[in-house]
């Protein structure tokens, strides 16, 4: 299906009925009025995975944190001084559901730093949270990640403090854990849209402002897929194609859409869904997508298109080449489920969380620090930069540098239970929210038509409620918005195990 740009900046309000929108600007609280797709009649359903009988496979891989020189203003361009986990931008590492992953953190950067597997179910002492999950990796210091993967799909990596510079410089990797398919598709394209802060000197500009970090967040100068400012790639023509892509960037939003080929979303976060096919799909900063697409004939070309900014962005262009692959309708086969723990809805216990700006959060933190306690003085010394205290959630703002000493959770929660989360954008700024260490299901919106899907990070829009559920893992799990300048600014939390 070839389609125009045209109106599809307001894609996803289009979606959203009249009637709709006053349902959910009327309803209240306590009885949430919640909009979900229902499931297509012609949707194949999901298959049950096989079992896996093979023994799983032991990956040893070394990841060292270090400044590289890299270009990224075009061959002719100056070299910037990105911080990456190896010689090239973005490694990817490929396992297989069940495998064993043990990732060595080399840190050869000058700061602290740490891995977080965003969206990966670990066990909490692999959460890579420094100060709360585990000390940080100071400086010539090693750290052994190691853990099984419980789950198939897209995820990725990260450092957890002073996110906005490490990210910022480049640090980022992408873990794929294959094992979905039920027929193997003719090809795979990965796509990784990240901006930069950079100068035309190719020298960074600072990642965190005021007023970016009080608003929507710092856009960079110049955006990006796989490091390149137009990313094109050929692919067999007339085939089934998968594409992941994942958005990385520290603050963009992105309405994703495909023209010059059929396109079905096959996985959200990773989690595999019936296919649906692809209008355009909100994604919020740490958002994945998998998508399979039908390529044209030799010589078409397909665009990964970007129609949220006023001008659209291309994230990709793919040219088909070569013989046809297939011949007939396209009808890709289904994904095998993920078998993430299912909450039990009918005894989940219910629990709001508004996000919001920091208001007097700062006091009621103050107020739980003891007086005695020789860190309390440095805590309020990060405390007196209040300016940049500027996001709470539930009124409680994460303190900036305060990770030494940790505040209280968000809530306790039995390890084993059933949650159900009401999520409520209290802002005028979109934030997408994060939770570590689970697989979550969206059951729906309170402004938008949603499938429901399982996921690890959902965008809540302005005056947005977004119902979620999950069964609560063991240990304390790091709750925030993916924005990086938000979540250091005070929209972060945690929760901790009755
Ligand atoms: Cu990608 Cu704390 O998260
Ligand atoms: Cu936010």
Known sequence: MLRTGEGKRDGSSAMLTRRAAIVGLGASLAAPALLSLPRRPAAKPLLTPPTVSTPPAIHDVTLEAK????????????????????????PILRLKRGDRLRAT?????????????????????????????????????????????????????HPHCNETGQVGHGLLGVVIVAGDESETFDDEVVIIAKDWRLAEDGSFLPFSTDSGAARAGTFGTLRTANGAKSFTRKVPAAADLRLRLLNLDATRMMDVGVEGAEARII??????????????????????????????????????????????????????????????????????????PEPDLARAEAQSFVFGAASDAIASFIDTLDPDDPLTKVILDDLCT????????????????????????????????????????????????????????VLGSSKRKLP???????????????????????????????ILEHLETGMMGYFANA
């Open 67 to 90: 400044a590289r020189r890299l270009k990224l203003l075009g061959k002719d361009g100056p070299e910037s001084t990105l911080w990456t986990y190896g010689d090239a931008l973005f």
């Open 105 to 157: 953190l080399k840190n050869s950067l000058t700061e602290h730093t740490s891995i977080h597997w965003h969206g990966v179910r670990v066990p909490n002492d692999m959460d890579g949270v420094q100060y709360v999950t585990q000390k940080p990796v100071e400086p010539g210091e090693s750290f052994t990640y190691d853990f099984t993967l419980p789950d198939t799909g897209t995820f990725f990596f």
């Open 267 to 340: 996985a959200i976060d990773g989690n595999p869904v019936e296919a649906m096919p692809l209008d355009t799909w909100r994604m919020g900063a740490a958002s994945r997508l998998d998508l399979v697409l039908r390529t044209p004939k030799a010589g078409g070309k397909v665009r990964l298109r970007d129609y949220f900014p006023a001008e659209i962005f291309d994230l990709a262009e793919l040219e088909a080449e070569g013989p046809d692959r297939r011949a007939g309708p396209f009808d890709p086969a289904p994904l095998y489920a993920s078998q993430v």
């Open 386 to 441: 209040a300016s940049r205290t500027f996001w709470a959630i539930n009124k409680r703002s994460w303190p900036n540098d305060g990770h030494r000493n940790l505040p209280p959770p968000l809530a306790r929660l039995k390890p084993g239970e059933s949650y159900r989360f009401t999520l409520q954008n209290a802002t005028p700024h979109p934030h997408p929210i994060h939770l570590h260490g689970h697989t979550f299901k």
């Open 452 to 482: 429901v899907h399982y996921a690890d990070t959902v965008l809540v829009l302005p005056k947005e409620r977004i119902e979620i559920a999950f069964v609560a893992a063991a240990g304390k799990w790091m709750f925030h918005c993916h």
